[in-house]
Every structure is written in structure tokens, then in C-alpha cells.
């Protein structure tokens, strides 16, 4: 079986895809990345899971380090089907030019709270912060 990230809903049972959306929208999938090979990602929570998904927009596999055996999808899973959604969407939306000029016309309260959750994430993020704000 696989998945189209663009509407993976239709495959996934709702009950898993609204369990994965919270984890989503509460900023619990944590190192997404894509690999080689598809993506890659962490689900904090009261557990800690390991989420790989094989294919980059067309998923034709996945697994995650959870004990869940009730269906084919679990909410980690689903999780990450909505962040990597989500961050192929937002790379066409970076690439059009569409974020720039987003940036451009954002409430700087907007802006300052999306930087503070970026450097509690991302390595990157800290380091550019801390060398601009050190260098000002
Ligand atoms: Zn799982």
C-alpha cells in the first residue's frame, strides 16, 4: 500500500489522524528530516519514538520503535505524515517567494515568537541568533 502525503486523511484511520495532528500542532515531532530514502523524525511524548517513512511525496512504507499493532498507521506516524506535509509545502511556499515576503509584512511579535521556538529546535537557528546578536 502507499500513501500520498497530499491526502494521506483518506488512507488513515480519523481517530489515528486527529492523534497525530495533536502531537503535530503541539510541536511533538521533533528532527524531521528528509533522507535519501524518504524522512526521518522523532515523536517526544511520555515516551520518545524513532518515525521513518520510506518515499518522499508517495509513502510506500513506514515504520516506527512504538508497540502499536492495531492497524497499519499509527498516530506517530500520522504525525509525521502531517510534518512532512507541511514542510514540502512550505519549501514550494519558500521557493515562490511566497515566506519572504510573508516576513516581510509579519507582526514582529509573530516573528519573535516563531525565532524563540526555532532555538529551542534547531542547532542552526541558536547559532545564527546567538552570532548575529553577538556581533551587534
Ligand atoms: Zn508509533
Redesign the pocket.
Known amino acids: 500500500m502507499s500513501i500520498k502525503l497530499e491526502n494521506f486523511e483518506e488512507d488513515v484511520h480519523l481517530l489515528i489522524a486527529e492523534r497525530g495532528k495533536e502531537y503535530f500542532d503541539a510541536n511533538q515531532v521533533l528532527m524531521l528530516k528528509q533522507t535519501l530514502d524518504g524522512w526521518s523524525a522523532v515523536i517526544e511524548g511520555s515516551e520518545t519514538?524513532q518515525v521513518l517513512l520510506e518515499g518522499h511525496d508517495i509513502i510506500h512504507g513506514w515504520h516506527?520503535t512504538?508497540p502499536?499493532e492495531h492497524g497499519p498507521v499509527?498516530?506517530?506516524?500520522a504525525a509525521v505524515f502531517y510534518a512532512a506535509r507541511e514542510n514540502l509545502r512550505a519549501n514550494i511556499s519558500s521557493a515562490s517567494g511566497e515566506l519572504d515576503r510573508w516576513i516581510d509584512e509579519a507582526d514582529p511579535d509573530v516573528i519573535r515568537r516563531i525565532l524563540k521556538m526555532e532555538i529551542r529546535k534547531s542547532d542552526d537557528a541558536r547559532t545564527s541568533v546567538y552570532h548575529e546578536m553577538k556581533s551587534s
Open positions: 519514538y516506527c512504538c502499536f499509527c498516530k506517530h506516524v
